[in-house]
Nanobody, 116 residues
Framework: QVQLVESGGGAVPTGGSLTLSCEVS????????MSWYRQGPGKQRELVAT?????????IYADSVKDRFTISRDNAKNTLYLQMNNLEPEDTGRYYC????????WGQGTQVTVSS
């Protein structure tokens, strides 16, 4: 059974940075596409970044986070990361990892709050 455990959220001012982590068990990250999602207050969950398996070597970002967020993976630790720079209040929300179809059991997520 695949388990996803997100961490690293917090409260930062506008322009701040955070790095989120997603520890994955039950699945070898290197062989799968994985994504970060977020759900802001009163909003639907949206996909913000995707990383391909190691063979394809691709990353894809939502326009709203392009050039500010970086998705990466540590195969040895089987952990997915999201480096977030130049954070804006609009980035506030709960962040989750999952595969691009959202078919894995969702973790608890980690809260990111950006103050203006």
């Amino acid at each position: 059974q695949v388990q996803l455990v997100e961490s690293g959220g917090g409260a930062v001012p506008t322009g701040g940075s955070l790095t989120l982590s997603c520890e994955v068990s039950g699945l070898a990250l290197r062989f799968f596409y994985m994504s970060w999602y977020r759900q802001g207050p009163g909003k639907q969950r949206e996909l913000v970044a995707t990383i391909s398996d190691e063979d394809d070597g691709k990353t894809i970002y939502a326009d709203s986070v392009k050039d500010r967020f970086t998705i990466s993976r540590d195969n040895a630790k089987n952990t997915l990361y999201l480096q977030m720079n130049n954070l804006e209040p609009e980035d506030t929300g709960r962040y989750y990892c999952n595969n691009p179809s959202g078919r894995l059991d969702w973790g608890q997520g980690t809260q990111v709050t950006v103050s203006s």
